[in-house]
């Protein structure tokens, strides 16, 4: 079984829709992270958690937030969708001590009408 | 203002021949570094890292060296095979503070059987 997991993997939606991207890990990580990556422009961080009680805005964190439900659930909603948040959107997970290497899901492919 | 950069989005090497995939970055503060893997419709593969106090790091046919001075990396793969055929991001970090992993824009590594 996949250590992180996303939800949905393929998402269309409309310009106004709210929609959520769900992240879950059981890799025990304390630090969980959401990217969106566009063409040509590699990863972009959108948000990030050390913990259940820290979240801290990432690059580009404008249109979009999060919500840490449990250590091992992070979850992204776009509150009012627009064209230009059609993207692919990885979570990740990494642990808080040694060499905090990042371990990401497979993607969510959100297109936005 | 891209920290990371990969100026080749392309490179086509022939089956056990090497390849050499570059990267340049501008924060000093980076001390950490990493390659990952990407096939499509999968999230990015941890595939190698190095730390700033090394100036080299191996792993199988993988080896992944740094210069710090000139603020560049590169990995080396020997000998490459038509399964290596993929996106590699390079991605650095400073391990101090939020940690957050800056990505390049990607190169396409295509391996010629």
């Known amino acids: 079984d996949a250590d992180v997991t996303q939800t949905p993997r393929n998402r269309i939606t409309k310009t106004g829709k709210r929609i959520m991207l769900e992240c879950s890990q059981t890799?025990?990580?304390?630090?969980m992270y959401w990217y969106r990556q566009d063409p040509g422009l590699g990863l972009r961080l959108i948000y990030y958690?050390?913990?259940?009680?820290?979240?801290n805005k990432g690059e580009i964190s404008d249109g979009y937030s999060v919500s840490r439900q449990a250590q091992a659930k992070f979850s992204l909603s776009l509150e009012s969708a627009i064209p230009n948040q059609t993207a692919l959107y990885f979570c990740?997970?990494?642990?808080?001590?040694?060499?905090?290497?990042?371990?990401f899901g497979p993607g969510t492919r959100l297109l936005v009408l | 203002d891209q920290q990371v950069k990969q100026n080749s989005p392309s490179l086509s090497v022939q089956e056990g021949r090497i390849s050499i995939l570059n990267c340049d970055y501008t924060?000093?503060?980076?001390?950490?570094f990493l390659w990952y893997k990407k096939y499509p419709a999968e999230g990015p593969t941890f595939l190698i890292s190095?730390?700033?106090?090394?100036d080299k790091n191996e792993d199988g046919r993988f080896t992944v060296f740094l210069n710090k001075s000139a603020k560049h990396l590169s990995l080396h793969i020997v000998p490459s095979q038509p399964g290596d055929s993929a996106v590699y991001f390079c991605?650095?970090?400073?391990?101090?503070?939020?940690?957050?992993?800056?990505f390049g824009t990607g190169t396409r590594l295509t391996v010629i059987p």
């Open positions: 990740a997970t990494s642990d808080s001590g040694g060499l905090k290497t990042q371990y």
């Open positions: 890799k025990g990580h304390d630090r």
């Open positions: 958690s050390f913990d259940v009680k820290d979240i």
């Open positions: 924060n000093s503060m980076f001390d950490y």
């Open positions: 190095i730390s700033s106090i090394k």
């Open positions: 991605a650095a970090s400073s391990q101090t503070g939020a940690n957050n992993l800056f």
